[in-house]
């Protein structure tokens, strides 16, 4: 038994005949000496099964295919993946492909092919040995299949439909890929008479996966130790033949160049005739589907199989068209382009016209589906006997577009296919209607940069800054809301001092000035946000170029004593570093002059932050409360009391509005109290309305005449706490 040596995936490249099909066989080996291999893949046992019309046509297919090995008389049978359509197949998919691979695999003809390796290195489970070796059992034809990505391994044991079936000696599955990220591909190894056969394979791997498996060369194939240049290669995959991404598909140049022929599954569309590559020195057949799994164009191509020879190291490659597959033919028309359907384009209800016009269309596809049929069929061997073909598969294409003039009112295409009922398989989907999509009108423009030479001067000075850079990219460009020279001082704070926030507060608080000019009753009447914009941007760079306004440098919170810098990283970079409730500082570590803002409302002018933090609310006297004249006349008071704050203001307990100290001048006329069953809660002081309101749920007791006196707690505590509108006067409050 030779032994396997391990090569990646770049092992040294063979030079074999670039056709040896169309020559003569030099290697003097005989007949006897050939392997002839039944090759098939992505027959899709169980796809539409339960459709009523087209429900048997997967095994069907399949039945035929198995029939041409043995009446060929094949040494083996190489299917590359795809077997079932659904990785947990139904026992009515199971049993027809078990029965139709023991009426054609099983038989007293001795298996002529010699097994040379160890079978547990490429065979898994429990007989992990070649099926035809195995003495209960006698195997004419053996079958040798990798799994795809319909029928991969799943669930509790990682087991695949392909286990059930080597269990039962039908199959011998191989090529299995239990580590995506770590694959090695040892070859089953044959012989009949002096033709030795490597016959590699590789399961489906997810496309990308397999990519970067590839890529980062962690795929390993094995040959042969002894007698390296005597061995026909063989390889079978399963993946993506094209690139339809990136890096979603398998590309041929991935494969060893050691490799002779690759079979290709995965890929529906039938190629059967061999390719060859003159970079990699292979040849490749891709022979697609055995059924239709899709209304596409790839699907309608005639269905083959091929039976491939190899003597020595010569193949000779023979297709075979599949005789049991429904016809499928498919067309694409243009309506504007179309000369008989611009005739209806100018009338006014033309669904009718269109109508009729696809409806013609469609009666002569179903009749050459017939003829093709027909012609791919054997002739009756009894004159009488009448061959009728199954019910065909139709696609019509119909792009309605709808030109200049006019437009095109097409039916409803489920309406329009069910038309074709007992005349077509596929009654619900015979017409597919599509637009053409417009391409992008809007050019995306580059973004400008700077002339050539400027660009280069900057390169050659060693000690250029970071603000001359900035200037001059922003010169040819144009920026319509952030103060230009000042984005150039973020940026160097960004660079030099690692300022991380700079650019976020540089940003905050350019937008917050802007609404504030906005909203200034300078620009209110000004319709033109655009040209009011440009005035704010305009005035904030000129402040700021007079030092009126300065970048302010972000103020972090001391790090606290517990914080783990090693699992949650350095403390300046956290969201909750920043003070937000500190002065501005500016770079210089002064205070940062800031400008005024303009309010809006009921409240008097606002002064500068600066000032408004200052300024400390003084409590107002508590007083009692009185009729609605008195809430009405202090209520008023505290109206003209009302300011706008900063939103950076010192104070954290001030939302939006704060009480402004109160004036001694004022105070709120004293009401007598009538009597003390009239008494009620005082009202509370302006500095606890900036607070947030405590319901207290004791019973409070009033001293009156030595004795005690519990009241209950007013409805209306919750209005006396509310720090931003006056007290309700058109409710009544008085005692339950």
Same mark, same amino acid.
């Given at each position: 038994m030779p032994a396997l040596t391990g090569e990646h995936s770049n092992a040294s490249s063979m030079t074999i005949k670039s056709d040896p099909a169309s020559e003569p066989n030099t290697s003097g080996l005989l007949v006897a000496d050939t392997i002839r291999i039944l090759v098939?893949?992505?027959?899709?046992?169980?796809?539409?099964?339960?459709?009523?019309?087209?429900?048997?046509?997967?095994?069907?297919?399949?039945?035929?295919?198995?029939?041409?090995?043995?009446?060929r008389d094949v040494d083996m049978i190489l299917l590359a993946g795809d077997l079932f359509h659904e990785n947990k197949p139904s026992r009515k998919s199971m049993f027809q492909v078990m029965r139709s691979m023991r009426m054609n695999?099983?038989?007293?003809?001795?298996?002529?092919?010699?097994?040379?390796?160890?079978?547990?290195?490429?065979?898994?489970?429990?007989?992990?040995?070649?099926?035809?070796?195995?003495?209960?059992?006698?195997?004419?034809?053996?079958?040798? /299949?990798? @799994?795809? +990505? *319909?029928?991969?391994? %799943?669930?509790? !044991?990682? $087991?695949a439909a392909l286990d059930l079936l080597q269990t039962a000696g039908l199959v011998n599955?191989?090529?299995?890929?239990?580590?995506?990220?770590?694959?090695?591909?040892?070859?089953?190894?044959?012989?009949?008479?002096?033709?030795?056969?490597?016959?590699?394979?590789?399961?489906?791997?997810?496309?990308?996966r397999l990519f970067r498996t590839f890529r980062d060369q962690k795929?390993?194939?094995?040959?042969?130790?002894?007698?390296?240049?005597?061995?026909?290669?063989?390889? /079978?995959? @399963?993946? +993506? *033949?094209?690139?339809? %991404?990136?890096? !979603?598909? $398998?590309?041929?140049?991935?494969?060893?160049?050691?490799?002779?022929?690759?079979?290709?599954?995965?890929?529906?569309?039938?190629?059967?005739?061999?390719?060859?590559?003159?970079?990699?020195?292979?040849?490749?057949?891709?022979?697609?589907?055995?059924?239709?799994?899709?209304?596409?164009?790839?699907?309608?191509?005639?269905?083959?199989?091929?039976?491939?020879?190899?003597?020595?190291?010569?193949?000779?490659?023979?297709?075979?068209?599949?005789?049991?597959?429904?016809?499928?033919?498919?067309?694409?028309?243009?309506?504007?382009?179309?000369?008989?359907?611009?005739?209806?384009?100018?009338?006014?209800?033309?669904?009718?016209?269109?109508?009729?016009?696809?409806?013609?269309?469609?009666?002569?596809?179903?009749?050459?589906?017939?003829?093709?049929?027909?012609?791919?069929?054997?002739?009756?061997?009894d004159d009488d006997e009448e061959v009728k073909p199954p019910l065909p598969l139709v696609r019509l294409r119909v792009e309605y577009g709808m030109p200049n003039g006019g437009s095109y009112d097409c039916e409803n295409p489920q309406r329009f296919s069910n038309r074709f009922i007992d005349k077509v398989a596929n009654v619900n989907d015979v017409i597919q209607y599509h637009r053409k999509k417009k391409g992008a009108?809007?050019?995306?423009?580059?973004?400008?940069?700077?002339?050539?030479?400027?660009?280069?001067?900057?390169?050659?000075?060693?000690?250029?800054?970071?603000?001359?850079?900035?200037?001059?990219?922003?010169?040819?460009?144009?920026?319509?809301?952030?103060?230009?020279?000042?984005?150039?001082?973020?940026?160097?704070?960004?660079?030099?001092?690692?300022?991380?926030?700079?650019?976020?507060?540089?940003?905050?608080?350019?937008?917050?000035?802007?609404?504030?000019?906005?909203f200034n009753e300078e620009y209110g009447d000004d319709d033109d946000v655009a040209e009011r914009m440009a005035a704010c941007k305009a005035r904030l760079e000129e402040m700021f170029a007079s030092g009126?306004?300065?970048?302010?440098?972000?103020?972090?919170?001391?790090?606290?004593?517990?914080?783990?810098?090693?699992?949650?990283?350095?403390?300046?970079?956290?969201?909750?570093?920043?003070?937000?409730?500190?002065?501005?500082?500016?770079?210089?570590?002064?205070?940062?002059?800031?400008?005024?803002?303009?309010?809006?409302?009921?409240?008097?002018a606002a002064t500068s932050k600066t000032a408004a933090a200052t300024k400390k609310a003084v409590p107002a006297k508590t007083t009692g409360r009185g009729k609605k004249k008195g809430v009405e006349e202090e209520s008023e008071e505290e109206d003209d009391d009302v300011q706008m704050l900063d939103e950076d203001d010192d104070d954290e307990n001030a939302l939006f509005v704060k009480q402004a100290a109160a004036k001694p001048a004022r105070k709120a006329p004293a009401r007598k109290v009538a009597s003390p069953a009239r008494r009620t809660a005082a009202r509370p002081t302006a500095k606890a309305a900036s607070k947030q309101s405590q319901l207290t749920f004791s019973q409070p007791a009033t001293q009156s005449n030595g004795r005690k006196k519990v009241h209950e707690i007013s409805?209306?505590?919750?209005?006396?706490?509310?720090?931003f509108e006056p007290i309700s006067t058109a409710k009544s409050r008085g005692r339950r």
């Open positions: 098939a893949t992505d027959s899709h046992v169980g796809y539409n099964e339960r459709d009523p019309i087209r429900g048997d046509d997967s095994w069907k297919s399949f039945h035929e295919v198995m029939c041409l090995a043995k009446d695999c099983y038989g007293e003809k001795p298996c002529e092919l010699e097994m040379l390796s160890d079978g547990s290195e490429t065979f898994q489970g429990a007989f992990n040995h070649v099926n035809y070796e195995d003495p209960d059992i006698n195997i004419a034809i053996p079958i040798f /299949s990798i @799994h795809g +990505n *319909h029928d991969d391994p %799943t669930g509790e !044991g990682h $087991l599955y191989y090529g299995r890929t239990p580590e995506s990220d770590n694959i090695e591909v040892k070859p089953v190894l044959l012989q009949k008479g002096n033709t030795k056969l490597a016959l590699y394979g590789m399961s489906n791997v997810r496309d990308e795929v390993k194939f094995f040959r042969p130790g002894v007698q390296k240049d005597d061995w026909f290669n063989l390889m /079978s995959v @399963h993946q +993506n *033949h094209h690139a339809y %991404t990136e890096k !979603g598909y $398998l590309p041929e140049e991935f494969l060893p160049s050691f490799l002779h022929f690759v079979i290709w599954g995965h890929e529906h569309e039938c190629k059967i005739d061999p390719t060859y590559n003159p970079e990699m020195d292979f040849h490749v057949m891709q022979p697609g589907s055995s059924v239709a799994t899709s209304l596409s164009p790839g699907e309608a191509v005639a269905k083959h199989v091929a039976i491939l020879s190899i003597t020595g190291k010569d193949f000779k490659s023979e297709s075979i068209r599949l005789k049991t597959v429904r016809p499928f033919v498919m067309k694409e028309i243009v309506l504007s382009d179309d000369k008989e359907a611009k005739k209806h384009i100018k009338s006014p209800n033309n669904r009718t016209q269109v109508t009729q016009y696809l409806m013609n269309i469609v009666e002569k596809l179903i009749q050459q589906a017939n003829e093709e049929w027909m012609e791919a069929q054997d002739e009756p061997e009108t809007r050019q995306t423009k580059g973004a400008d940069m700077p002339e050539g030479s400027i660009l280069a001067e900057l390169s050659m000075d060693p000690g250029v800054k970071v603000e001359k850079i900035v200037e001059e990219f922003l010169e040819a460009q144009s920026l319509t809301i952030l103060p230009q020279n000042s984005f150039g001082d973020a940026v160097a704070q960004f660079v030099k001092k690692d300022d991380k926030h700079s650019m976020e507060s540089f940003v905050s608080d350019s937008l917050e000035k802007q609404v504030g000019f906005l009126q306004i300065k970048l302010r440098r972000t103020k972090l919170k001391p790090q606290p004593d517990d914080y783990d810098e090693e699992l949650l990283g350095p403390w300046e970079d956290q969201e909750a570093a920043i003070d937000h409730t500190g002065d501005d500082v500016d770079e210089d570590g002064d205070d940062a002059e800031t400008v005024t803002k303009p309010t809006k409302g009921r409240g008097k409805d209306d505590i919750s209005d006396d706490d509310d720090a």
